[in-house]
């Protein structure tokens, strides 16, 4: 039944993409004053490749040094900012390794360049040989953002039995009456007290709902509805960013 879906939807179906959202409230500068460094916060993407069996499956990560969505925490600031030509006495060797490899193990090599901002590292299959030292200074907190790429393929957006029905006859009208679907949208922020110890950790888990109708340009006059599932992923990982800094500030604004 799924395939049939999907196959459908490419042949006679068009969708609208709409973003995950929050209410502007959720927007606002509290401001802590702490000094606060930010790593990440860059969208990633993986690369595809088939196996012998000719299946797609998931190979290597891609960071997007471009699309920096640190603008977006309103009281942090970019590591560059906070670096230092000598290493931080204060941070251990294992707490900067733990940290190195906290975001490296999702978005791979192609991470490396944003860590030697501010890391002097160099991985060994020997962990007691490897080589980590932090030169920053002057900083409260340090915040890994990792928007995350969705990997679960579209899932029913109600996944009951009047769920079912509800796709069935999406089918049989062919689209006149629109099936609903959902591609997940997740982010993690680690948070790292001044000697880049994980104190605390958000996650987020929210989805772009995939309207599928002959009809759908019809949602299209609203700014968070979009034809293209890109654009929507992209403005939905902004929203989670900005959810977050609002979230980061309510927990920690008394610290």
């Not at 960071?63 to 977006?72: G, N, T």
Request: proline share 4%; glycine share 4%; aromatic share 14%.
């Amino acid at each position: 039944m799924k395939k049939l879906l999907l196959i459908l939807f490419t042949l006679i179906g068009c969708s609208s993409y709409e973003s995950y959202t929050i209410p502007d409230s959720k927007f606002t500068k509290i401001t802590p004053e702490k000094r606060i460094a930010l790593i990440g916060f860059l969208p990633y993407d993986y690369q595809l490749r088939k196996n012998r069996h000719g299946d797609e499956v998931r190979a290597s990560a891609t960071v997007d040094y471009e699309k920096s969505m640190k603008p977006l925490f309103l009281d942090g600031k970019d590591i560059e900012l906070y670096t230092s030509k000598s290493g931080n006495s204060q941070i251990t060797r294992d707490n900067c390794i733990d940290f190195v490899y906290a975001y490296i193990n999702v978005v791979k090599d192609s991470g490396k360049d944003e860590l030697r901002k501010f890391i002097d590292f160099e991985l060994t299959p020997d962990i007691s040989k490897t080589k980590c030292i932090v030169k920053s200074e002057n900083v409260d907190f340090y915040i890994l953002g990792i928007p995350g790429k969705p990997l679960n393929p579209w899932r029913d957006y109600d996944e009951s039995f009047l769920g079912f029905f509800k796709s069935a006859l999406s089918v049989l009208t062919f689209f006149i009456y629109p099936t609903k679907k959902v591609e997940p949208v997740n982010a993690t922020f680690n948070v790292y007290d001044s000697k880049l110890n994980l104190i605390d950790k958000f996650d987020y888990k929210k989805q772009v709902i995939i309207t599928t109708s002959w009809w759908f340009n019809l949602n299209l006059n609203n700014n968070k509805v979009s034809k293209d599932i890109a654009h929507s992923i992209t403005q939905s990982q902004e929203n989670i960013t900005k959810e977050f800094s609002y979230d980061f500030n309510e927990k920690y604004r008394k610290k």
